[in-house]
C-alpha cells in the first residue's frame, strides 16, 4: 500500500470538501481502514454504502492507494 496524503497530488476529482469527508468517515488513517474493509472481502459498493460515500470514490481511493480490490 502507498502510504501518500490524499491532500498531495490531489486527483481533480477529490475536492477538499471530498478530503475532509473522508477523513471524517475513514479516520486519522483512511488508506488503512479501506485496506482494513477490502481485506474483509467487501467491494467498494459495499465499502460505499458502509461509509456512505460514492462507490466511484471508494474506487478511486483504492487506486491511489494501491489496494487491490476484490472482484
Known amino acids: 500500500m502507498k502510504h501518500r496524503s490524499i491532500f498531495e497530488n490531489r ?3 477529490l475536492t477538499m ?5 473522508i477523513l471524517e468517515v475513514l479516520g486519522p ?12 472481502g467487501l467491494s467498494d459498493h459495499e465499502i460505499g454504502r ?11 481511493l483504492r487506486d491511489y492507494w494501491g489496494i487491490a480490490g476484490n472482484p
Open 11 to 13: 486527483s481533480p476529482a
Open 17 to 21: 470538501k471530498d478530503a475532509y469527508r
Open 29 to 40: 488513517m483512511p488508506a488503512e481502514a479501506l485496506a482494513a474493509m477490502v481485506d474483509y
Open 50 to 60: 458502509y461509509y456512505d460515500l460514492p462507490h466511484d470514490m471508494i474506487t478511486i
